[in-house]
């Protein structure tokens, strides 16, 4: 393996340690946006690893998507995922967003869930996921970009 | 000696109590902002090193310029938000007096606060996003409603000393702090305009992420928005350091060390009153922020001033 030099060794520790993240629902039942909420209450402190929600994909460094999705969101789903400023992931949480969960095969549903319209990082998989599983998910990204 | 001359402005400019210091202990005081404000909702809070990883973070992402924006100003607008804090640093007394002291700098580092605000507004207004379009004119009915309650407060201690020099106005006050106590509806006054000139919460409806995305800053990214949020942390400090000097007395006649360690214990102060406020007050609309601004605090100042006359007159 390369040995990183000291600036990107920098500049991977902050990453790890302030990923900005971004809530989007491509059309889920809303469960999951729930416990992604809820994941952000002072119960469960994102803020310590110094993750916060941010309004807008220009400031954000990860979108966690929820819900699968719809044919009405593959367009605007790719507009978001280009918006964000490089680098960037995605986290499709719950069992839609990885594989389209109960919805695939409908007919207003993309087959084959989230990898299927952008590039997908982690998968968080439940119906819907636990508060502890997206913080879980998105520490364990975090980790092997430092590998 | 013209060389050591340039050395020394350098070294005031970069190094203290310019860029470096203002950008150090700024991002100190974010962190006490945010890790204050996270125990007083019950939680455990970002570690000490928050803002500096989201700085170098910013600085290390991708810049994106959308193509409808004037690209000359969206460029270069947040080191202009820099450069005004810093240049108002300069007038402000952090131990024995400030740098640039002269008659009538209270003015001038007023009007030099008032840069990193218009460049907010530009910043949202040259991105052409509806979004930062709403944000800016937010920022600007702001600027209306909480710059002539912040100016009225500052004018009391200024009768008060009969100057209108920063230092002055600093050494009178050590040298009769019983007038301190009379100020205090003017210091309560001007640490409310002062909330609302960094926009923090019962007046952050500029970037209100609930109701218009990102507010002014919706398309900056990367080393542009590092900036700005830098700019805005150092004017926590200058907006800290300038109550410190015109409110309570400065370093209160000490030296040295000592004046120093005043100093940070009463700007600490001061943020720790402006935190307080952020956490325990919900947003409220920007006509409600207005006629607050226009109704009471405006009022309040004019009868702390009309009171400062009548005690200079009294008391000679
Ligand atoms: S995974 Fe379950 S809870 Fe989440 S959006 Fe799909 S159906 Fe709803």
Redesign the pocket.
Known sequence: MKTKSLKEKIITWSRVKSPWILHFNSG??????IEVVDALTPRYDLERFGIQLKPTPRHADVMVV???VTRQQIKRIKRIYDQMAEPKFVVA?????CSG???DGCYCVAPGGLDKVVPVSAYIP????RPEAVIDGVVKLLGSLQK | MAIENVLLALFYVLIFPGIWFLATYGMTLEWVDRKLGAVLQNRVGPPWFQPMADFVKLVSKEVIIPKACDTLMFRNLPYFAVAGVTAAMMMIPVWNGALFSFEGDLIAVIYLLTIPTATFFLAGWSSTSPYAAIGSMRVLTQLFAYEVPLMLALIGPAILAGSWNITAIAEHFARNPAYMPAQIPGFLVAVLALQGKLERLPFDMPHAKTEIVGGQFTEYTGRLLAFFNMAVSMEMVVGAALLNAVFLGGGLGLTGIGAFALFMLKTFGVVLLLVVLRVLMARIRIEQMVNFCWQILAPLAMAQIVFDIFLRIKLG
């Open positions: 889920g039942c809303n469960g999951c946006d929820s819900g699968p949480v719950g069992a839609c967003a969960g109960v919805f439940g119906c819907p996921v």
